[in-house]
């Protein structure tokens, strides 16, 4: 790669970081400030920590393994390393995108406006709710380690009989079809769910537009910018990740052909994910909203000069 294009990206995926690494320190500091202060936090501000903190980790991860490629160009990965790799990605991208899904679950029972029991049901319990979704999905992590662990310790065994440069690229590129097929696997059902969460608030916004249609105020009521807002919030979580997944998916395939400039293309594009949408979290939520709102101006005033008394 050439001196000067090789510089360019550095300079993206080093403010990509700084932003991503602030927007979601923020969101922790914040919260962990509220904490202190009230000893609690609301569900929602729960989320919104763990999930910034999950970013922050796959910041780094995708930091690790952008730097190491153009460091190091596609060095051969083994034992450990490779073991420590692929678990850090598939934890934080694990709690990244089923948080994000329990938030658009949260905003769903929150927000919308359904007379079905079963739905009545759960907006009564939706603390119970996200609780015990956060805690079942951890089944999911474990068994999604269990058999890429699986596939590593199996690829590991092929290695010590292949002893060619050819042969274990090979074997790599064949272990990387199957961490692919695991990674679609067990990303699928929580993008599902945040995707059919999505159409239902549409329909509850429809229904809601439609109740109000007699009201002259029906678009500036706070029922419909509830609506608006998690709408937002939600169609800017499935655009991005799904350009993140769609990049990561790309990269193990140039990974796979030796194409340098392809794999560090797509790691630069997939840093947008989790650095961006937290901003985006920010401005959705009216806490987080003022703090920032008050940091800038905190910012833009400075400390006020000194006065000089003469005596």
Request: charged share 15%.
């Amino acid at each position: 790669m050439r001196g000067s294009l090789k510089n360019i990206f550095a300079i993206i995926v080093v403010a990509q970081s700084i932003l991503g690494n602030f927007s979601n320190g923020f969101i922790v500091v914040i919260n962990c400030i509220d904490w202190v202060k009230k000893r609690k936090l609301s569900s929602v501000d729960q989320i919104l920590m763990i999930l910034a903190i999950s970013r922050i980790g796959a910041i780094w991860q995708i930091l690790v393994s952008w730097f190491k490629t153009v460091q190091y160009s596609f060095t051969f990965m083994a034992g450990t390393e490779l073991r420590i790799l692929v678990f850090a990605w598939i934890i934080s991208n694990h709690f990244s995108l089923w948080l994000s899904t329990i938030l658009s679950i949260f905003y769903l029972l929150k927000i919308a406006t359904f007379s079905r029991p079963a739905f009545l049901y759960l907006k009564w319990k939706v603390k119970k709710v996200t609780l015990t979704i956060l805690l079942g999905n951890l089944l999911f992590l474990l068994l999604n380690l269990i058999e890429v662990n699986k596939h590593i310790e199996d690829w590991m065994h092929q290695l010590e009989r292949n002893t060619t440069w050819n042969c274990k690229m090979s074997d790599f590129g064949i272990f990387s079809n199957l961490v692919i097929q695991k990674m679609i696997l067990f990303s699928l059902m929580p993008f599902t769910v945040a995707l059919i969460s999505f159409f239902l608030l549409i329909f509850s916004l429809w229904k809601h537009l439609k109740k109000m249609q007699l009201t002259s105020k029906r678009h500036r009521d706070p029922r419909t910018k509830a609506h608006i807002n998690a709408l937002k919030i939600m169609i800017s979580f499935l655009l991005l990740y799904a350009t993140y997944f769609l990049s990561f998916f790309i990269s193990w395939i140039s990974r796979i052909l030796e194409s340098k400039l392809s794999y560090i293309v797509c790691l630069t594009i997939g840093l947008i994910y989790p650095s961006s949408h937290s901003f985006i979290l920010i401005l959705g939520n009216s806490k987080l909203r003022q703090a920032f709102v008050f940091m800038l101006k905190q910012l833009r005033c400075g400390p006020k000069p000194k006065t000089l008394t003469i005596p």
